[in-house]
């Protein structure tokens, strides 16, 4: 009964590659993030989605995209990966996303060669 | 630039001792505040939430706001070995956007 759930939970890959991390969430919420945090732990916020929609970009490359198929879902995929996109990326949910508690998925490390 | 700080630490402080974690913020306009565990090498975990000025009070942890001073605080009464984590600070800065601080790193000894 995973609330907010990601894969996969590691990924390794060469510079130059193309990947993509899944996130889905069972906690009926409507809003949806993707976080990236690097190696001082700093948690920054990259995208936020709500009811499927982009709400936020906060000026990531356009290497990323998210896509959101239904409220439940919001992945992330990555062209062209560099090697300062290593790093933790986390998904998480609100149930509205305005000022409410967010639950934070398992997150997925990704190592880039 | 919308802000969060914390310090980084590592703050120690004995078992049953009570730690103190303290976090400031720059958007006066701010109405939603955080307090979230990170053990190493997993996800944050919510430990508080508070809205409103004052103490709220949570088993051994009370959290503490003041938005006149921009400071929201988090006290752990009785800490234990087990408290041992990276503290985040998270405020709601409006527009469905959340700011992390960097994090304070909490050390108890047993």
């Known amino acids: 009964d995973t609330a907010v759930s990601q894969t996969p939970k590691y990924l390794v890959t060469q510079m130059g590659n193309d990947k993509s991390i899944k996130c889905e969430q069972n906690l009926g919420h409507d809003t949806m993030y993707w976080y990236k945090q690097d190696s001082k732990k700093f948690l920054k916020i990259m995208f936020s989605?709500?009811?499927?929609?982009?709400?936020i970009n906060e000026t990531v490359p356009n290497r990323f995209s998210p896509k959101s198929p239904d409220k439940a879902h919001l992945n992330l995929h990555i062209n062209s990966l560099e090697l300062g996109d290593s790093a933790v990326y986390f998904c998480?949910?609100?149930?509205?996303?305005?000022?409410?508690?967010?639950?934070f998925g398992p997150g997925t490390r990704l190592t880039v060669l | 630039q919308k802000e969060v700080e914390q310090n980084s630490g590592p703050l120690s402080v004995p078992e049953g001792a009570i730690a103190s974690l303290n976090c400031t913020y720059s958007d006066r306009g701010s109405q939603s505040f955080f307090w979230y565990r990170q053990y190493s090498g997993k996800s944050p975990e919510l430990i508080m939430s508070i809205y409103s000025n004052g103490d709220k009070e949570d088993g051994r942890f009370t959290a503490q706001l003041n938005k006149a001073s921009q400071y929201v605080s988090l006290l752990i009464r009785d800490s234990q070995p087990s408290d041992s984590a990276t503290y985040l600070c998270?405020?709601?800065?409006?527009?469905?956007?959340?700011?992390f601080g960097t994090g304070t790193r909490l050390k108890v000894l047993a």
């Open positions: 989605y709500n009811n499927k929609e982009l709400i």
């Open positions: 998270a405020v709601y800065s409006g527009t469905y956007k959340y700011i």
């Open positions: 998480a949910s609100s149930l509205r996303g305005v000022g409410d508690t967010q639950y």
